[in-house]
């Protein structure tokens, strides 16, 4: 089960961070279901959030949840997790952006289990 954890200070109106840009599985090796988990330090509706994954649009445009504390991974008991199934070689991405000109850290968790 590949997994991958990042913390990101943002800059002010940042758009686009995909954490998964440089990660050897971006790539799905297998069949799988992925789950992902995303906070921030920022106050609610600062930060929204999309996911692809091959020709699907799996989260349109959405907050993503407050609360965090810079360093601390995002859990499933406080943080909705998206999970959804991906085949081998679909591309996963995530685009993380930055809406109130502050500079909030983004804490990420991404998971694939196979099928």
């Not at 297998?30 to 921030?40: A, E």
């Not at 609360?67 to 499933?76: D, L, N, Y």
């Not at 199934?85 to 694939?112: W, Y």
Request: charge should be negative.
């Amino acid at each position: 089960m590949p997994a991958i954890q990042k913390t990101k200070a943002l800059t002010a109106n940042q758009r686009g961070y995909n954490p998964l840009a440089d990660w050897q599985y971006q790539y799905a090796p297998f069949n799988g279901l992925v789950r992902i988990g995303i906070n921030t330090t920022a106050a609610a509706g600062l930060c929204e959030a999309a996911i692809f994954t091959g020709s699907d649009n799996i989260l349109e445009r959405s907050p993503v949840s407050a609360g965090g504390t810079a360093g601390v991974m995002p859990a499933p008991l406080n943080v909705p997790y998206i999970e959804f199934m991906v085949k081998a070689g679909d591309r996963i991405t995530v685009a993380i952006d930055e809406l109130g000109g502050v500079t909030p850290t983004v804490n990420f968790h991404c998971a694939i289990d196979p099928v």
